[in-house]
């Protein structure tokens, strides 16, 4: 193996390790604003907070997630590899 391939590897490794370090800081983002969620939904008077809606809450994001996943490969077509990469990250800071 060449060194440029040697460092395409660790390239397209470090990527995928930042795309799993993201997904578990948006896990726990999700989970601190899922116990406001609850305490704020378990005070409301007019709203009954029951295990349905708690799981609905939690589910989410991983919904959006597989949403994003399908959407992903229309986008690629659409607008390019990078330019749909481009797309993702401003949707992700603004989020």
Partial sequence: MNEGSKLYLYSITAVTII???LF??????????????EGFFLTATDFHYNKVMHGIISSSALIG???GG???????????????????????FFS
């Fill in 24 to 37: 578990g800081y948006d896990t726990a983002v999700i989970s601190g604003a899922e116990k406001g969620l």
């Fill in 70 to 92: 399908a959407l992903s490969g229309v986008f690629a077509s659409r607008l390019g590899r990078r330019n749909s990469l481009r797309l993702a990250a401003i949707l992700f």
């Fill in 65 to 67: 997630c597989v949403i």
């Fill in 19 to 21: 795309g799993g370090l």
